[in-house]
């Protein structure tokens, strides 16, 4: 005989087919509710992560993960400093930049614009650029050739093509004495367009040009000297922790920054999003924990007569007590199991169902005209997925106490006082 009883009889309700026809229904829509709910959370937060792990790329493409600047005096020997950060632990590509706000456009039609002068073999390193390029090539910027690559947005907005002439206006500030008013004079350049990249975000194809590093070092003044280096580490999430270390190493006057501090706002807008989803989703598992305990409410009241024999028999209320326990978690948990399993399939193969929907109705669920992440990439993180079986079981174990606990307070007397 299977033992302990209070398991075998459980069980053997779970599998009784002489239940109301309203309790089996309530209970397997208790058992569905959970698993849709599961399959939802598992679903939608592989496809969140997976967005946010797209656009992070993409931010990354061209901001670098991390960035150390200082006064100019500290970076007049700016090569001896990249070869001492290229030794600390964990950085694969270091690279000089120039950075600087100016006016770009042709005649009077300007628009604002963040000029960036690097080097591009060594930019190469700590960025993805290459494989963004629309038309030309990074290397087209060579010092002295007065060339610049825009970012798609910009070149829109200008009307630019590969060859045209662009004035980039950047201010000067300057004083005749020191009870003279200030006199703000730009200094003009004029650069050929040698390439166009594009990104798909805004804050880098809409704004950004590259110039080469030396073009753009003379043209601010600064004597060679750079704003400041571009870090890539081997691991992104090692530099919001590493880049601090490695600017206080090198002494007083350099600063640190990284790209979770460069996208904080984004980020933490993520973040909230996916709190406030699972939240919701996690409701539908809640509604079904609350069928569970409607479902064996009234399995209590249909068994109140079994229940009754057994306690005459020596049965104690604990065991009445997991007897309940058991039939609940049993469609609990086969509800999450079964929403783990269809959660991960939808996820891992979300790319191709979707793709196969768009061809089948004719539509794009991601409007390239109107989204800069096109298709739909689920990254199924496996502590996630964890924790929403977990919290989804809890939530059908703790949906089994009350009505357990009214079962096992039944009285044997009054139960079979009527029988």
């Given at each position: 005989?299977?033992?302990p009883l209070?398991l075998f009889?459980?069980?053997?309700?779970?599998r009784?087919r002489?239940r109301?026809f309203?309790?089996s229904f309530?209970?397997?829509?208790?058992?569905?509710?959970?698993?849709?709910?599961?399959?939802?959370l598992?679903t939608?937060?592989?496809v969140?992560?997976?967005?946010?792990?797209?656009?992070?790329?993409?931010?990354?493409?061209?901001?670098?993960?991390a960035t150390i600047?200082?006064?100019?005096?500290?970076?007049?020997?700016?090569?001896?400093?990249a070869a001492?950060v290229?030794q600390?632990?964990?950085?694969v590509?270091v690279?000089p930049?120039?950075e600087?706000?100016?006016m770009i456009?042709?005649g009077?039609d300007?628009t604002?614009?963040?000029?960036?002068?690097?080097l591009p073999?060594e930019?190469?390193k700590?960025?993805e650029i290459?494989r963004f390029?629309?038309?030309?090539s990074?290397n087209d910027l060579t010092a002295?050739?007065?060339h610049i690559v825009?970012?798609?947005?910009l070149?829109w907005?200008?009307?630019?093509r590969v060859g045209?002439?662009?004035?980039v206006?950047?201010?000067?500030v300057?004083?005749?004495?020191v009870?003279e008013?200030?006199?703000?004079?730009?200094r003009v350049?004029t650069?050929?367009?040698?390439?166009?990249?594009?990104?798909?975000l805004?804050?880098h194809?809409n704004?950004?040009?590259?110039v080469?590093?030396?073009?753009?070092a003379?043209?601010l003044?600064?004597?060679?000297?750079?704003?400041?280096?571009?870090?890539?580490?081997?691991?992104?999430f090692?530099a919001?922790v590493?880049?601090?270390v490695?600017?206080?190493?090198l002494?007083?006057?350099?600063t640190?920054?990284?790209w979770?501090?460069?996208?904080a706002?984004?980020?933490?807008?993520?973040?909230?999003?996916k709190t406030m989803?699972?939240?919701?989703?996690?409701l539908?598992?809640?509604?079904?924990?609350?069928?569970?305990?409607?479902?064996?409410?009234?399995v209590v009241?249909?068994?109140?007569?079994?229940?009754a024999?057994?306690?005459t028999?020596g049965?104690?209320?604990s065991?009445v007590l997991t007897i309940?326990?058991?039939?609940?978690?049993?469609?609990g948990w086969?509800?999450?199991?079964?929403?783990v399993?269809?959660?991960?399939?939808?996820a891992?193969?979300?790319?191709?169902?979707?793709?196969?929907?768009?061809?089948?109705?004719?539509?794009h669920?991601f409007?390239?005209d109107v989204?800069y992440?096109?298709?739909?990439?689920?990254?199924?993180?496996?502590?996630?997925?964890?924790t929403i079986a977990i919290?989804?079981?809890l939530?059908?174990?703790?949906?089994t106490?009350?009505?357990?606990?009214?079962a096992?307070?039944?009285?044997?007397a009054?139960a079979?006082r009527y029988e």
């Amino acid at each position: 005989m299977f033992h302990p009883l209070s398991l075998f009889v459980g069980l053997r309700y779970v599998r009784s087919r002489n239940r109301g026809f309203f309790v089996s229904f309530i209970s397997w829509v208790s058992m569905l509710g959970v698993c849709v709910g599961v399959t939802a959370l598992i679903t939608v937060l592989s496809v969140m992560n997976g967005f946010e792990s797209e656009v992070r790329g993409r931010m990354l493409s061209l901001a670098s993960h991390a960035t150390i600047a200082a006064p100019p005096e500290k970076f007049r020997d700016w090569r001896q400093v990249a070869a001492r950060v290229e030794q600390e632990k964990d950085i694969v590509g270091v690279a000089p930049f120039v950075e600087t706000q100016a006016m770009i456009g042709r005649g009077l039609d300007l628009t604002a614009a963040q000029i960036r002068g690097v080097l591009p073999n060594e930019e190469e390193k700590v960025s993805e650029i290459g494989r963004f390029m629309k038309a030309g090539s990074l290397n087209d910027l060579t010092a002295g050739s007065q060339h610049i690559v825009l970012g798609a947005g910009l070149a829109w907005q200008l009307q630019a093509r590969v060859g045209d002439e662009l004035l980039v206006l950047i201010p000067q500030v300057s004083t005749a004495g020191v009870d003279e008013v200030f006199d703000i004079k730009p200094r003009v350049r004029t650069f050929t367009v040698s390439g166009i990249f594009e990104v798909a975000l805004q804050e880098h194809d809409n704004v950004l040009g590259l110039v080469h590093f030396e073009d753009a070092a003379e043209f601010l003044g600064t004597d060679g000297a750079p704003t400041g280096l571009r870090l890539k580490f081997a691991d992104i999430f090692a530099a919001p922790v590493r880049v601090p270390v490695v600017a206080k190493s090198l002494g007083e006057g350099f600063t640190s920054s990284d790209w979770s501090l460069d996208n904080a706002s984004y980020f933490r807008a993520v973040r909230i999003e996916k709190t406030m989803m699972t939240i919701i989703l996690m409701l539908i598992v809640a509604v079904a924990a609350f069928n569970i305990v409607a479902a064996l409410v009234m399995v209590v009241n249909e068994k109140r007569t079994d229940v009754a024999i057994l306690r005459t028999l020596g049965i104690k209320p604990s065991s009445v007590l997991t007897i309940f326990i058991t039939q609940g978690v049993v469609i609990g948990w086969l509800g999450t199991l079964l929403g783990v399993v269809l959660g991960l399939l939808l996820a891992l193969n979300a790319e191709v169902i979707v793709s196969t929907l768009e061809r089948l109705l004719g539509l794009h669920v991601f409007d390239p005209d109107v989204f800069y992440v096109t298709a739909i990439r689920a990254e199924v993180q496996a502590g996630q997925v964890a924790t929403i079986a977990i919290t989804a079981l809890l939530l059908t174990v703790l949906a089994t106490l009350y009505p357990s606990w009214r079962a096992a307070r039944t009285e044997p007397a009054e139960a079979l006082r009527y029988e």
